[in-house]
């Protein structure tokens, strides 16, 4: 038996070219929260045309023929595409366990009812922490209630219910109150997601970034909690990689087992892949799946090994951690054929330190930070 | 009938969010549950055919010996679903 289909699991087969386990539909950018966080590209405004209900059919469809298992429905917030129980019965129907990525933000009885009896396997909802003033602080918008009835909903409905939670300096301090929170709900699953730094995230770094001390003591209360826990909850961790010396085996590698279609059809190796340049990544309405996994140079640009530069060409490491995340590479230092800079053998490891340092000095009340840039179509006209 | 499974009585179904399918694209089963994928070789395939909400362990024993009748199977099956209840593939109720 082995383990495969999710991004961090190990699935890496002897075949040259990988299957996508994993689809992740971004069926849409609209989304009524703000999370300074949000993982979608800074432009997200200034891409329009989604794709129709009958396009993304296609995609399900073209996918699963790929061998693709797992599928989220994602965004922004899927619940704004009213197509979205179409899509899951669709999906349902052709054999992938389909999972709801969602805010709660739309997730009534009666919403619930439709997704529900559409096939829908499990139902994913994000909380922002603990509190009500926490939470809605940091998603810009009154939405605490809504999460705790939707989750209450789902199950009741017996559907198996996961929270996440992505963590940074706000709200790592409240990690033991989420996790009692999660256990009040009856969560099957939890994630706690230190927040990685690409996209809205990167832009409010030095408002996330947690210290070195905040970081530990939440690891310490998560690894708690998962002892006292094994076998009722199942708490995943996902280390903050900024405070580590080796960077992440990110998605198993570039186009090993992960295929992101953002909500204009573009086909993406990693959701956070768009904004790299120099790449054309191509478009489902122009190719076929089969053809963009296979045969396009985005999704070959960083396959395998020929690509890297040292000091990943030569590392023993190489095989384990692929030279981490091509879009860290390129945030921090300016070509994402480099290594990850969170590796401390990279040259630019520098930079990965003086944010940490910075987030030190914040922590210890000598530097301030300004206030976060919220993740709005406004700001995503004016940033870059 | 067998003492390995006095403190493992019980139904035996598949765990809440867990789903059994064979893939074609690996002509292999799998389990599938929340954002992940176990495939499996063909004997825990066979065991977890039969993890259907009908059966006890000792259930599942008789069937798989109907279907294989020289196989000493009783301690493979046993660990086999300890560690598949551990894991959270399988419940008993
Ligand atoms: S991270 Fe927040 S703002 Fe971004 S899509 Fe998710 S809920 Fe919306
Ligand atoms: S040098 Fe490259 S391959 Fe080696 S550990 Fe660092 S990132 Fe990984």
Redesign the pocket.
């Known amino acids: 038996m082995d383990e495969a289909g999710s991004p961090g699991a190990d699935a890496v087969y002897a075949r040259p070219v990988g299957r996508p386990f994993w689809l992740l539909a971004e069926l849409t950018y609209r989304?009524?929260?703000?999370?300074p966080?949000?993982?979608?590209p800074l432009s997200f405004a200034r891409h329009h045309q989604e794709l129709t209900s009958s396009e993304w059919m296609r995609v399900i469809s073209e996918s699963r023929a790929l061998g693709t298992t797992q599928l989220g429905f994602s965004?922004?917030?899927p619940l704004i595409r009213n197509d979205l129980e179409h899509l899951v019965a669709h999906a349902r129907g052709l054999g992938f366990y389909t999972n709801l990525i969602t805010?709660a933000i739309g997730l009534d009885e009666r919403r619930l009812a439709a997704i529900a009896e559409a096939g829908i396997d499990s139902v994913q909802i994000?909380f922002q922490a603990s509190s009500r003033e926490l939470n809605d602080a940091i998603?810009g918008c009154t939405s605490f209630e809504r999460k705790l009835q939707a989750a209450r909903l789902v199950k009741a409905r017996k559907l198996p219910l996961t929270l996440c939670i992505?963590i940074h300096r706000g709200n790592i301090d409240q990690i033991e109150s989420i996790l009692e929170l999660c256990i009040a709900l009856g969560a099957d699953y939890v994630e706690l997601a230190s927040t990685q730094f690409y996209g809205?995230a990167k832009l409010n770094r030095d408002q996330l970034l947690p210290s070195r001390e905040q970081v530990q003591r939440a690891e310490a209360t998560a690894h708690r909690y998962q002892e006292r826990l094994a076998g009722s909850m199942r708490i995943f961790y996902v280390v903050p990689d900024y405070h580590e010396e080796r960077p992440k085996a990110c998605m198993s590698g570039w186009g090993a087992v992960f295929l992101a279609i953002a909500p204009d059809g573009t086909a993406l190796p990693c959701h956070a892949a768009r904004e790299l340049p120099g790449l054309a990544f191509p478009n489902v309405r122009a190719l076929s799946l089969d053809a963009i996994w296979h045969d396009s140079p985005a999704f070959n640009r960083f396959r395998g090994e020929s690509w890297m530069k040292e000091p990943c060409a030569s590392c023993p490491e190489r095989a384990k951690d692929f030279g981490g995340c091509r879009c860290q590479a390129w945030l921090l230092s300016g070509d994402a054929a480099n290594a990850d800079p969170v590796c401390s053998k990279s040259p630019h490891h520098q930079r990965v330190l003086e944010a940490v340092e910075r987030a030190q000095q914040q922590a210890a009340g000598t530097g301030g930070a300004a206030p976060w840039t919220y993740?709005n179509p406004a700001n995503s006209r004016t940033v870059i | 009938m067998n003492d390995a499974c006095q403190g493992a009585e019980g139904i035996i179904s598949l765990g809440h969010s867990v789903r059994f399918q064979f893939e074609p694209a690996q002509q292999a089963h799998v389990l599938l549950y929340p954002e992940g994928m176990i495939r499996l070789n063909d004997s825990a395939a066979e065991i977890l055919k039969y993890c259907d909400g009908t059966r006890t362990a000792a259930g599942i024993i008789a069937e798989l010996k109907r279907r294989f009748p020289d196989a000493d199977l009783t301690a493979h099956v046993h660990e086999f679903l300890e560690t598949a209840h551990g894991r959270g593939w399988i419940a008993r109720s």
């Open positions: 989304c009524p929260l703000q999370c966080y949000c993982s979608n965004g922004g917030e805010s994000s998603a992505v809205w993740r």
